[in-house]
């Protein structure tokens, strides 16, 4: 029969210690990560991915930390109604058109430019531009190390 004996108190506190530096460390990996993940969806928002033309779907990417501080998002604001459907792709219907303030309509189209008295309704697809999961996918294993580094580091 083996028997031990364990000082309890110094155990514990020495545990309270050690969950409060992993909590901190963590944390902090992680908000440093969410601000890394973000920068890199702007980026490719700034035309790796989609053309920036008014950059409003760019300036939309927020970061947040949850409460706890061991979660973060990166998401867009909702101020872009364009958001989901350039990230997913799908189908958008668009209405039917009369010039308001001209004689005719002036669109692109199939590479040359279209002048109409009117365009009837028609549904517009569009491809998937994958800007957030793409992103998520290609920073992954790094923030997957950053937080391997602070648990390793906070152990030893």
Same mark, same amino acid.
């Given at each position: 029969m083996i /028997? /031990?004996?364990?000082?309890?108190?110094?155990?514990?506190?020495?545990?309270? /210690?050690l969950k409060k530096r992993l909590r901190t460390g963590v944390g902090e990996a992680v908000e440093s990560a969410a601000a890394r993940l973000r920068a890199i969806v702007q980026a490719k928002l700034s035309g790796e991915v989609l053309k920036a033309r008014s950059g409003a779907l760019r300036d939309s990417i927020r970061?947040? =930390?949850?409460?706890? &501080? /061991?979660?973060? +998002?990166?998401? @867009?604001? &909702? @101020? #872009?109604?364009?958001?989901? #459907?350039q990230e997913y792709g799908g189908r958008v219907n668009v209405p039917a058109m009369a010039p308001v303030n001209a004689k005719?309509?002036?669109?692109?189209? &199939? &590479? +040359? =430019?279209?002048?109409?008295?009117?365009?009837?309704?028609? #549904?517009v697809s569009l491809p998937e531009c994958s800007y957030l999961r793409s992103s998520l996918a290609e920073f992954a294993p790094v923030f997957l190390d950053d937080i +391997?580094? #602070?648990v390793t580091e906070n152990l030893a």
């Amino acid at each position: 029969m083996i /028997t /031990t004996q364990l000082d309890a108190p110094p155990a514990i506190a020495k545990l309270e /210690t050690l969950k409060k530096r992993l909590r901190t460390g963590v944390g902090e990996a992680v908000e440093s990560a969410a601000a890394r993940l973000r920068a890199i969806v702007q980026a490719k928002l700034s035309g790796e991915v989609l053309k920036a033309r008014s950059g409003a779907l760019r300036d939309s990417i927020r970061a947040a =930390m949850d409460a706890d &501080g /061991t979660a973060a +998002r990166v998401f @867009s604001d &909702g @101020s #872009v109604p364009y958001a989901r #459907v350039q990230e997913y792709g799908g189908r958008v219907n668009v209405p039917a058109m009369a010039p308001v303030n001209a004689k005719a309509l002036a669109f692109a189209y &199939g &590479g +040359r =430019m279209v002048f109409a008295k009117h365009a009837a309704a028609h #549904v517009v697809s569009l491809p998937e531009c994958s800007y957030l999961r793409s992103s998520l996918a290609e920073f992954a294993p790094v923030f997957l190390d950053d937080i +391997r580094k #602070v648990v390793t580091e906070n152990l030893a």
